[in-house]
């Protein structure tokens, strides 16, 4: 027999039993946002949850997968972890959502160096809280420990969603026309896009998360989780018809707007017809950034985009402000020879 130690997996940086322990602590959470649709409980292979096909003559599955990007480096910093998970949630579900989809069920992924079981388990309650604001079930996930792949108190978060839409009520803006109206729903903020260069701007200004910001300090704006729009605009749409729907993320509005409109129609939006939220002014001001690559980075204040008939807008604007949105009338939809630009921000 050799006298060297018998080596262990927890030798080599990866806790099990801790692992164990976290999957514990998060069932309470995990355990609010189940459907009746859900099959079993957390700990299994795989997720299992019946598709409602009773609900829809011919049901289409609408699936979305994203992250928090380096927002979550800012969490880490500041400490804070309460909303992260909803932003994750927010990231994929806003996605899904944009084809009308009703969101089903959700899969995390969370991944670091070694497990810190208290760190993880707020973050996948804010997982689970942004699924309960979706009306989504979080079915499953998957918690890795990779020592040597991040630095000591790093960690990454992925999610992936899966929604379902009547097939002849997709919303994909084939119906889209000239004379119709885009109405713009008010974001929380940066939401989780353009940080790489909000971190930039931290670095070059030497300006500190705690410093002022309004009301609040800069980490409560820059922190704020992603508005989540699920409930409002599935409310509306079943009492009035949206022609298209836009998730304003990298690219900001022109570039995502752009997306859904049908070869034969731009879009002329009016910068001034919604107030600019003090962070991007902040943004500009402290990193020296053009209106150009503003527009393009972030979301401006505007996190969704909804293509009304010029007719409807009106009562779609009440409903949505009903529904507990801010709501802006923010351009026109033209005929696509009008202007160069698929979509001119003016």
């Known amino acids: ?25 998060i069932k309470p959470a995990v355990a609010a946002t189940q459907r009746p649709e859900v099959i079993g409980g957390l700990g299994g292979f795989g997720g299992l949850f019946r598709v409602p096909i009773e609900r829809y003559r011919e049901p289409v599955l609408v699936s979305g997968t994203d992250g928090v990007g380096t927002k979550l480096r800012l969490a880490i910093e500041a400490g804070r972890f309460d909303g992260i998970g909803i932003d994750l949630v927010a990231m994929c579900v806003n ?9 089903l069920f959700f899969l ?11 760190i993880a388990a707020e973050v996948i309650r804010s997982i689970a809280r942004g699924c309960e604001m979706s009306g989504m079930a979080l079915i499953g996930g998957e918690t890795a420990e990779m020592p040597g792949m991040y630095a000591p108190g790093d960690f990454d978060l992925a999610g992936f ?24 729903l008010a974001s929380s903020g ?17 300006q500190r998360l705690d410093q002022p910001l309004g009301d609040a300090t ?33 690219g900001g509005l022109a570039e995502n707007l752009a997306r859904v409109l049908p070869a034969h129609c731009g879009a002329r939006l009016r910068a001034d017809s919604w107030p600019r939220p003090a962070l991007f002014g902040w943004l500009q001001d402290a990193g020296g950034i053009s209106d ?55």
């Open 1 to 25: 027999m050799s006298d060297r130690p018998s080596l262990s997996y927890r030798d080599a940086g990866v806790d099990i039993d801790a692992g164990n322990a976290l999957v514990d602590a």
């Open 95 to 103: 996605d899904v959502l944009v084809a009308g989809a009703e969101p």
């Open 161 to 184: 969603c899966v929604g379902v839409a009547e097939r002849e009520a997709i919303i994909d803006g084939s119906g889209i026309a000239p004379g119709d109206v885009v109405l713009g």
């Open 218 to 250: 800069l980490a409560d704006a820059l922190l704020a989780p992603t508005r989540i729009y699920v409930a409002a605009v599935r409310e509306v749409m079943t009492r009035h018809p949206l022609k298209g729907l836009a998730h304003i993320t990298g």
């Open 292 to 346: 150009a690559e503003m527009q393009r980075t972030f979301n401006g204040g505007i996190g969704m985009a909804v293509v009304v008939d010029a007719g409807q807008a009106a009562a779609v604007r009440a409903a949505f402000e009903a529904a507990g949105e801010t709501v802006f009338e923010i351009g026109e939809i033209l005929a696509r020879d009008q202007q160069d630009d698929a979509v001119r921000l003016t």
């Open 190 to 206: 940066a939401h989780s896009n353009g940080y790489s260069l909000i971190r930039k701007v931290l670095e070059v200004s030497g």
């Open 108 to 118: 995390d992924y969370y991944a670091t160096a070694r497990l810190d079981a208290e």
